[in-house]
């Protein structure tokens, strides 16, 4: 193996990227084992699922679910009398061969089944916007636990659509127009088997078209990997897939397997001439299941975190587009804050300065009036104090001329007894 000069990278032309040189092993090294080491560490530590299931009441969302992982969650069934859609999620340890997997299944409860269905999107909406909230959270923290923090961002969306045969409902262009820039959107169509295969055919070509006239992307497999770009590209064109979940086993050749049993027959849940069940577990949980995690963090994820720390004012650039450092970025955020507490502190001082003139004049106002109705009172007083001792100083001036008159009519009284005792005599 060739030395190689411990010096800085050249950088091109444009200064931007520095230029990589590609050299030659004269020997084995052994880093050619790190995708062992990688499958060995993700096994130990196990990995995270989550599954969204929206649909109406009804529809064999729990029964799906209990077929995909060939086991028994024990969902309670929901009525149909809730006022408002609600989300119910329950966590479960699963673990196949030496694989452990912490899976999440979140389903709807009483989707579509109020009369005013405006609504019916935004608890889940919320629902999806909370789990990265909380990843966002745990991410932007400085003592950050990312390696056993549960991860509960929804990585895969089944939507289940009412098998009519007349296409979709507007509740479900609605929703699902609503999550396609939040969650990777599996579009499929429940209880098959109620409708027949010609007619099947002519629904799911119907739910695609409407689909694309109202702008709705759905999750498409992907086709950049050679080893799974043929089945992809023709699973991709088997959507919406058909499908029937059953929690009954039957004898079929010998073979107990799940399956629906009517009068007039059998129906093999994992029959691919009866439905699409295993092409949607094919492509879901075998095939898939880490291309979902990777497009929800990678790009579901990153939009909404872009949003948030640009509503944070974060930016990648500055006013004049240059690149833009966080440390940068949270300094002029810092800046522009407490630029902005200075602000709204001159304005409260001066609010506060113009509260206290408007409460001085009125005071003062008060005050006015307040010594006007003194100076009224005592004006009034001093009338009725005049008037009082008017009426006094009278009332004396009759008690002395009472007083006179009666002193005189006693006299007067005095005198005719005396002239008529000399008058007898």
């Known amino acids: 193996m060739t030395a190689v000069a411990n010096r800085p990278p050249k950088l091109d032309d444009n200064n931007k990227s520095p230029t990589i040189r590609t050299l030659n092993l004269n020997g084995h090294v052994g880093f050619d084992s790190m995708p062992d080491q990688l499958t060995h560490k993700s096994a130990q530590n196990g990995f995270v699922f989550n599954i969204l ?3 109406e009441t009804g529809l064999g969302k729990s029964t799906l679910m209990d077929s995909l992982f060939n086991t028994n969650f024990e969902s309670t069934p929901s009525t149909h009398n809730l006022p408002n859609v609600k989300l119910k999620a329950h966590t479960y340890e699963l673990q196949e061969s030496n694989v452990q997997l912490k899976l999440t299944l979140v389903e709807t409860v009483g989707y579509g089944d109020q009369i005013n269905k405006e609504d019916s999107f935004k608890s889940i909406v919320d629902y999806i916007d909370t789990q ?16 056993t923090y549960h991860d509960t961002r929804v990585h895969a969306c089944l939507y289940f659509i009412c098998p009519t045969g007349h296409g979709l409902k507007s509740i479900d262009l609605v929703c699902m127009k609503k999550l396609d820039t939040k969650v990777n ?32 992307e759905i999750y498409q497999f992907p086709t950049d990997d ?4 043929d089945v992809n590209s023709t699973m991709n064109s088997h959507i919406p897939f058909a499908v029937v979940g059953s929690t009954d086993f039957a004898k079929v050749a010998n073979k107990m397997v799940r399956a629906r049993q009517y009068p007039w027959g059998t129906v093999q849940v994992e029959n691919e001439s009866h439905c699409d069940f295993v092409k949607l577990r094919e492509m879901l949980i075998r095939t898939n299941m880490e291309d979902l995690r990777e497009k929800t963090h990678e790009k579901h994820y990153e939009l909404y975190r872009k949003m948030r720390l640009e509503q944070m004012g974060f930016s990648d650039v500055d006013n004049e587009n240059k690149p833009l450092s966080f440390q940068e970025s949270f300094e002029a955020k810092r800046s522009h804050h407490l630029q ?11 609010m506060f300065v113009v509260r206290v003139k408007e409460k001085e004049a009125e005071l003062k106002e008060a005050e006015k009036e307040l010594h006007a109705k003194f100076d009224k009172l005592k004006r009034d007083q001093d009338d009725q104090k005049k008037r009082l001792e008017e009426q006094r100083r009278k009332y004396e001036e009759d008690l002395m001329e009472f007083s006179k008159r009666k002193t005189q009519y006693s006299n007067m009284g005095h005198h005719t007894l005396t002239l008529g005792k000399n008058k007898k005599k």
């Open 340 to 350: 902005e507490l200075q602000n709204r502190e001159d304005e409260m001082r001066q």
């Open 53 to 55: 299931c929206i649909g």
């Open 132 to 147: 990265f909230e909380y990843y966002l959270q745990e991410e932007l923290k400085v003592k950050r636990l990312l390696s």
């Open 185 to 216: 959107v599996i579009p499929i169509i429940a209880k098959a088997d109620t409708i027949s295969k010609s007619e099947l055919q002519k629904f799911k070509t119907k739910i695609i078209t409407e689909l694309r006239s109202n702008g709705v």
């Open 226 to 229: 050679e080893t799974v770009a």
